[in-house]
């Protein structure tokens, strides 16, 4: 299941040109926790023709539904829902998926995939917070692997960043700074537990200037380096 998770998935068949409204249309409906809307624009997508993925109409079904489940878990994340409680959601879905033997089965399971990641964000109550934050969330989230400064998130949202730091602190509790941290240092976690890629790619990926710069970065917000970090979680893995 990995392997899912570390890919750009589309719903859409590779062979035409996908309707990018149509999806964008989907992944806000779901970052908005409107279910509603989300079902609507399923089944919109889900009148066009699917991309076959593989010779059984079964196997074509539940990657193209695997890929679906991927896009649900990246809207969540983007926002502000935990990766563990994401992925693991995400993880269970997929076991169930396999283990569905009709294409129909399978079909009808993509609905209950979509209202349960709905639920996710609507239990994590990360939808209490008001418009211009979880506008603010949703910027950080989506550029978590670059640098982002309060200033940038101010200039996207057109507000002064004075005011954006005072409503984003009073009602998360916690300086955006210390978000995007804590959020950057989630990711990277991830990205050390969940890829094979190496420190010096990891490091490149989240604009660290130098391995050394990314490693002690990393040391002081886990205790430990990140390949020691790797390894203790691999060996708890097997």
């Given at each position: 299941m990995e392997e899912y998770k570390n890919k750009n998935f589309s719903v859409?068949?590779?062979?035409?040109h996908p309707p990018y409204i149509l999806e964008q249309k989907l992944i806000h409906a779901i970052k908005s926790s409107d279910e509603k809307e989300s079902i609507a624009v399923l089944n919109q997508i889900n009148k066009l023709h699917r991309a076959e993925l593989a010779d059984s109409p079964l196997r074509s079904i539940k990657n193209s539904i695997i890929a679906s489940c991927t896009l649900f878990t990246r809207a969540v994340i983007e926002m502000g829902v935990d990766s563990e409680s994401?992925?693991?959601l995400s993880d269970r879905c997929i076991k169930k998926i396999e283990n569905l033997d009709t294409v129909k089965?399978?079909?009808v399971f993509e609905y209950d995939i979509l209202k349960a990641f709905i639920k996710l964000l609507r239990e994590k109550n990360y939808l209490k917070y008001s418009p211009v934050v979880n506008e603010a969330i949703s910027i950080i989230m989506q550029n978590i692997q670059h640098k982002i400064t309060l200033q940038n998130i101010?200039?996207?949202?057109?507000?002064?960043?004075?005011?954006?730091?005072?409503?984003?602190?009073t009602e998360v509790g916690i300086s955006i700074s210390d978000f995007i941290r804590k959020q950057k240092s989630e990711a990277i976690r991830l990205f050390l537990l969940e890829t094979s890629l190496s420190l010096t790619d990891?490091?490149?990926?989240?604009e660290f200037s130098s391995v050394a710069?990314?490693?002690g970065?990393?040391?002081?917000?886990?205790?430990?380096?990140?390949?020691?970090?790797r390894k203790i979680h691999a060996k708890e893995k097997h």
């Amino acid at each position: 299941m990995e392997e899912y998770k570390n890919k750009n998935f589309s719903v859409f068949p590779a062979s035409s040109h996908p309707p990018y409204i149509l999806e964008q249309k989907l992944i806000h409906a779901i970052k908005s926790s409107d279910e509603k809307e989300s079902i609507a624009v399923l089944n919109q997508i889900n009148k066009l023709h699917r991309a076959e993925l593989a010779d059984s109409p079964l196997r074509s079904i539940k990657n193209s539904i695997i890929a679906s489940c991927t896009l649900f878990t990246r809207a969540v994340i983007e926002m502000g829902v935990d990766s563990e409680s994401a992925f693991s959601l995400s993880d269970r879905c997929i076991k169930k998926i396999e283990n569905l033997d009709t294409v129909k089965k399978v079909e009808v399971f993509e609905y209950d995939i979509l209202k349960a990641f709905i639920k996710l964000l609507r239990e994590k109550n990360y939808l209490k917070y008001s418009p211009v934050v979880n506008e603010a969330i949703s910027i950080i989230m989506q550029n978590i692997q670059h640098k982002i400064t309060l200033q940038n998130i101010a200039h996207k949202i057109n507000i002064h960043p004075s005011y954006l730091s005072t409503v984003f602190k009073t009602e998360v509790g916690i300086s955006i700074s210390d978000f995007i941290r804590k959020q950057k240092s989630e990711a990277i976690r991830l990205f050390l537990l969940e890829t094979s890629l190496s420190l010096t790619d990891i490091a490149f990926a989240f604009e660290f200037s130098s391995v050394a710069y990314f490693s002690g970065y990393f040391k002081k917000i886990f205790g430990v380096s990140p390949s020691t970090y790797r390894k203790i979680h691999a060996k708890e893995k097997h």
